[in-house]
């Protein structure tokens, strides 16, 4: 049977328009994966530190102490069990991709342990994507343990909790032993939160709180790799705090990170209790 060029090139688009997935079903996407119906699942990982940085540590933050692949932001570091609670206030940004047709995304969250201490996380933020004109965000929580069971934790979302771009949201993550903890996320613009109460097998150190905008990993059973970073613009902490047993500090002090993948992605401050996280 013999077609017309006209008739194939028409026959093409239509398949590709079919095959597009919408914004929604991304979303859904994303969610199957962290839920388990599909091998693939979404995880926060320990700040993988550049030993060797191809740039110098003066590039973009003139009191830079560290490069990392997959986190930006600041990190109080103890060195004995000290942190209680860690909490930030952020606007949920609009996304924007850096080129390419497939989707992007970044994640901004608060946690605890993950730098020095690397036997679990407590950690709660917003994931913010990008897919061509499309944006979409997941509210997510997370007691990561990559070392001290077979499968390490994936992150799960806060179910019917919703965020756009423009929201101011609050996340705090809560020490209860070191074993358990909760994890609280407050729309502050919808005047909407949830909380989740999480245990693990793996134990917390408390010895890290953070403010962290991350390029997280996407899974298939042990292998995992960087989703492509987006181009978040301008993430600033605001209220940063971290309570201890002798009451709240700010991040004053904190180890500043900055993500390095091939070039500098990212320039970091801190003044008083605002973490700023920029895309440059």
Known sequence: MMFSAAFLVQALLASAAFALPSSK???????????????????????????????SAAVGNASHAEFSSNWAGAVLV?????????TGTFTVPTPKSTGGSGEQCASAWVGIDGDTCETAILQTGVDFCVSGSAVSFDAWYEFFCPKSSKKPADSFDFSGFSVSAGDSVTVTATVISTTEGTLTIKNNSKGTSATKTVTSTARL????????????????????????????????????????SSGTVTPAGATIFDIEQNSVLTSVSQSGSTVTVEFV
């Open 78 to 86: 103890a060195s004995t069990a000290t942190y209680k609670s860690v």
């Open 205 to 244: 150190c408390e010895t890290n709180a953070e403010w962290i905008v991350e390029d997280f990993e996407e899974c298939e059973g042990n292998d995992c790799e960087l989703v492509p970073f987006a181009n978040f613009g301008t993430i600033e902490f605001t209220g940063a705090s971290a309570t201890t």
């Open 25 to 55: 079903d991304r979303l859904a996407s994303r969610r199957a994966r962290r839920s388990g119906d599909v091998a693939r699942t979404r995880q926060s990982k320990p700040v993988n530190i550049i030993t060797s940085p191809q740039v």
